[in-house]
Structure formats: C-alpha cells, structure tokens
C-alpha cells in the first residue's frame, strides 16, 4: 500500500480496532447489508486476514468471485499493466482486450458462427441486458401476443429492477413493487408445469443451471433437455444465469453443458459474472447464434464502463490462468472430494452440488451459529437457508486446505447444533 492510500485509510490518531472501523461503517455507508461480520485488510490465495491479523480460510470467495483467490500474481500484474497503459475510453471506441475477450468468451462457449458478447459490470446488469433482449425478441413477433417471460420458483437473477421481476423471493420483490410486469414463476424442475407454461405468448425462458441462492439446487438434465426442445419449438428465448455457476465453479467452463455433457444443444443467451473477473468488477452476456444476436440494435442498450480495457485484461488473464494451470479440473477434483467427506459427518443430512458450489443441510436450523462458530475459528461459510450452509471456495482450494475445514467441522456443527436447542430450565434440569 502506498504512503498516500495508507494516510487516507488510516487517518493519524485513529485507532484502526475493528470496534472504530465497523463505527465509521455506520456512519458513513448505507445500511442496507447490515453490520459487516469482520473488517478484511489482505488476502493471498485462499486466505484473508482481518485488521487484528486473524487469518481465515475463504470458503465463500466473495460469493463465487474469486476464482483464482486473492492477490493472484498474475491477474493483479496484468491490470496493473492495462492501467497504466490504457484505462478507459467509453464504447465510443474499442480495445485490444475487449475484442480478444468477446471472442475467447465465444470460443470456450462453443458459440455458433454469428453470435456475439455483450459486456457489462455486474451479474444483475448482465441479466438486466438479458431481460431487455427476451422483451426485444417478444416486440419482434408480428402477433404482438408474445409479452410473457418465464423464470422459476426459488430463482435468484439480482436486485435491480428488471433482475428482480425475475427473482422469485418475495422478501426482496415486496418492498418494491410495482416491478416490472409480464413475468410468471413456475415450478422448479417441473416439465409439465414448463410444458403448460409456454405457448406462442411467451417470449422467454430464464433459468439457472443450480439456484445457488436457494440452497445450490440443480435442475435435472431431463428439465434442461426438455426446456431446449419445447422453447426451440414454441420460438421462445431459453436464456440460461450462469452468473454463479460459470467460469469453472462448477468443474467445466459453464454448468449448463456440463450438465448435459457434451454435444449439448446450446441455450439462445447465457448470462455471467461473478468469476469472470476473479475481482474485478465484470459481466457478459452471450447471445448464440445469428438470430438473438441481432436483436438488440444500436441505441437499445448500453453501458459506460461494460468491457473496457482493465476489466477485459482482468477477464483474459483469468481465463488464461483458469486454463492454463488446471484450476477447473482442481475445482472438480476438490470438489467431489469436499462433497464426500461432507455426506458422511454426523448432522449432515444432504450435500449437493457441482465443482466448488456446494451446499449441505443440516438436521436442525443451525446455519446462523454454524456461520458464527466457523468464523470464530477462522472459516468462512454463507447460510442461505436456516438449515444450509453454501460453499464456493476460490477455484485454486486444495485438498489440504479442505481437510482443515472438515477437521474442525465436527466440532463445530456439535457446538451450532447444541446452539439451537433451549437452555435447560432449573426444573427441567
């Protein structure tokens, strides 16, 4: 850090406790994350340290973002030089990066010839852009009948406003609608919900390959099969979120192919984020094909930073690292080695996943103090359900580094699950 960052982030005669910093939080930042659970000055790898120099284990790698971990030497000397060579310039103009992205993104999508990237700087805008091209494509069906855009129960797309038509939880839809209209929910994994659904006033299917916000509950291979042959059928846009679950969090560059093996038939649009960047704020979406990718026209959408050069280089050096030092076939291997040890501890009921996105139930509401008792003891978990802890560790994990976490989950799951019980009473003791 230099001398002149570290004035500004440590003002003379402040003391830098976690107390004063999480105080200056409050003060100063809007509260709509609640308290932050501790305040994190560095990170190498899989690990970050907090401002008491308390090391932690990352197992959640920021919400499935940080591919390659943290500091990764080469992704930060790659920004590093695009920065000082060329940082932005609007999308009046192009650049190197952005162009070698858009077509490195096409090649390892296996992307038909005609079809084309989009570049934004989040998972939500990606989906927003995505929200806006199923509407195009309704706009360009000459009956003027085809409004309707499909997501599923449980989904989870983002939280601005068109992403959060498309989101299913209601706690976070409530507050502000009226959203944006003409989007139905069906049922999750269901083909004969799916195949009631659509008809010829249905613009478009939105689906995850795994909802991670729900628990990482995977759709069937069936549903995905089924959900390409009945949209391709009815002319409707299957556009498919792999916001979380592409990149190589789940053991191949997407889920959804993944899934369905190779030879797949591909979706029309595919979203994505979050490890695209390995931390640098970066999203895409993909249009497949010559014929969604000549929806949207010049003037419909756009973006001031989407793909400009630091974010791209950032996007290249992660892909190129992500495939050159075997970080997805290590993300399948510790994956499926983390996911057996898991099923076989006591208190665990369900382990599920691909990769490094897994979840695992528990057989009481425990996932609050689970959280709590792991990052007291220096592991960092999400609980996206009372009874679900979620894992997306940084790609490059190893094994040994999974073996700390499960040495000490035994304890820990003992201690969350006593947690939940009520205190003995004096006369029930």
């Known amino acids: ?3 002149e960052l570290d004035s500004l982030t440590h003002p003379a005669g402040t003391p830098d406790s976690a107390a004063r910093w999480l105080d200056r939080y409050s003060g100063s930042l809007l509260n709509v994350f609640g308290t932050p ?3 994190l000055v560095r990170g190498q790898g899989a690990y970050v340290w907090d401002d008491q120099g308390r090391r932690y284990l990352d197992l959640l790698g920021g919400i499935a973002v940080n591919a390659l971990g943290h500091a990764h030497p080469f992704v930060t000397s790659v920004i590093s030089s695009q920065l000082t060579t060329l940082g932005h310039v609007s999308n009046f103009f192009t650049s190197p990066t952005q162009v ?38 309704g706009k360009a069906d000459p009956s003027g009948r085809r409004t309707r855009i499909l997501a599923l129960d449980g989904a989870f797309h983002g939280r601005t406003m068109g992403a959060l038509a498309l989101t299913a939880k209601q706690a976070y839809r409530e507050p502000f ?4 209209g003409g989007v139905e929910h069906i049922a999750f994994n269901d083909t004969d ?4 659904a659509l008809d010829d006033t249905v613009a478009a ?12 509950r995977p759709l069937s291979p069936e549903y995905l099969r089924t959900a390409r042959e009945l949209t391709r059928a009815a002319g409707v846009l299957l556009i498919v979120d792999e916001v979380q679950t592409g990149i190589g969090r789940t053991g191949s560059w997407f889920a959804y192919p993944g899934i369905l093996g190779s030879g797949a038939d591909l979706p029309d ?30 003037g419909q959408h756009g973006t001031t930073f989407g793909g400009n050069p630091v974010a791209s280089a950032a996007a290249l050096a992660t892909l190129h690292a992500l495939e050159s030092d075997g970080v997805i076939e290590n993300a399948a291997r510790v994956g499926s080695y983390l996911a057996d040890k898991l099923a076989r501890l006591d208190h665990v009921t369900a382990v599920r996943g691909r990769g490094l996105l897994i979840a695992f139930d528990l057989d009481a509401p425990a996932s609050g103090a689970l959280v709590a008792r792991g990052l007291d003891a220096g592991f960092i978990v999400n609980a996206p359900g009372p009874a679900t802890i979620r894992l997306a ?6 094994t040994e580094q999974a073996d700390e976490f499960l040495a000490a989950l035994p304890a820990l799951l003992e201690g969350a699950v006593a947690d939940t019980k009520p205190a003995d009473t004096a006369e029930g003791a």
């Open 37 to 39: 659970q501790r305040v």
């Open 205 to 216: 299917l939105v689906i995850e390959p795994i909802q991670g916000e729900a628990g990482v």
């Open 100 to 137: 070698a992205l858009a077509e490195r993104l096409l090649q390892i999508s296996g992307a038909p010839t005609g079809s084309k990237v989009f570049f934004a700087n989040s998972g939500t805008e990606a989906n927003e852009a995505a929200f806006k091209l199923a509407r195009a494509h």
């Open 193 to 196: 919900a799916l195949a009631d």
């Open 269 to 298: 649009a595919i979203t994505l984020a979050k490890g695209l960047g390995s931390g640098f704020p970066i999203g895409a979406m993909i249009t497949l094909g010559a014929g969604p990718s000549s929806t949207l026209t010049p």
């Open 177 to 180: 609608e009226p959203l944006p």
């Open 393 to 398: 560790p940084p790609l490059i994990v190893t």
């Open 1 to 3: 850090m230099t001398a």
